[in-house]
């Protein structure tokens, strides 16, 4: 059973556009809800990231919206650049038996800026 | 370059034959976590380890898998036997004993099985 869902898949923008990717979880015990953006050939980069008790949160021209009755949260990109096209993850920590931050990963979305 | 580094990048093996990967975490990074990333999925956990100490182990490792950090500096992830199904992208990540919530990854390894 996956624990973060993801979507869409793959998105095509245009440059100067907003992306917006959703997640969404199921187990409330979920503390920290990061972004993370991969290049080909590359591990994932942490993007941005969210605690529970906030809302949203904006780091230059990537936000995250956070609904916690939901269960969902979401990235927007906004102005969006060829240079912002990668794979995108969202995640979801809990802690895990040996007391550190275990990740679930959603399934990823791929993101493709057309200049 | 100081981040974490993975050996090595690419890793083609026949069925059947064992393989070990190597990871450096950044040096201070007392945390290190191995996870796997099969084709258009996100990675998923592997095993944790605190200094010398495997802490937590997935599912996932079946008892063809074992990783070790013998003196809590680097890893490695061995799988003896491997299958096709083993074809991935095994990825490192490693962060601060006081913040194990901003985890830094790895190039991976990218293992294919033939």
């Known amino acids: 059973q996956q624990q973060v869902k993801q979507s869409p898949q793959s998105l095509i923008v245009q440059k100067g556009g907003i992306s917006i990717i959703n997640c969404a979880y199921e187990?409330?015990?979920?503390?920290?809800f990061p972004w993370y953006q991969q290049f080909p050939g590359k591990g994932p980069a942490l993007l941005i990231a969210i605690r529970p008790d906030v809302s949203e949160k904006k780091e230059g021209r990537f936000t995250i919206s956070f609904n916690k009755s939901a269960k969902q949260f979401s990235l927007h990109i906004m102005d969006s650049q060829p240079g912002d096209s990668a794979t995108y993850f969202c995640?979801?920590?809990?802690?895990?038996?040996?007391?550190?931050?275990?990740?679930?990963f959603g399934s990823g979305t791929k993101l493709n800026v057309k200049p | 370059d100081t981040g974490v580094s993975q050996n090595p990048r690419h890793k083609i093996t026949k069925r059947g034959q064992n393989v070990t990967f190597r990871c450096d975490p950044i040096?201070?990074?007392?945390?290190l976590y191995w996870y796997r990333q099969t084709l258009g999925q996100g990675p998923e956990f592997l095993t944790y380890?605190?200094?010398?100490?495997?802490?937590?182990k997935s599912r996932l490792l079946s008892d063809r898998f074992s990783a070790e950090r013998p003196k809590g500096s680097f890893s490695t992830l061995e799988i003896q036997r491997t299958e096709q199904g083993d074809s991935a992208m095994y990825l490192c990540?490693?962060?601060?004993?006081?913040?194990?919530?901003?985890?830094?990854f790895g190039p991976g390894t990218r293992l294919t099985v033939t």
């Open positions: 380890f605190q200094n010398e100490a495997q802490l937590e």
């Open positions: 990540a490693s962060s601060l004993l006081a913040d194990s919530y901003e985890q830094y």
């Open positions: 040096s201070e990074h007392n945390r």
């Open positions: 995640a979801a920590s809990i802690r895990g038996r040996g007391n550190f931050n275990k990740f679930y």
């Open positions: 187990n409330t015990a979920f503390d920290y």
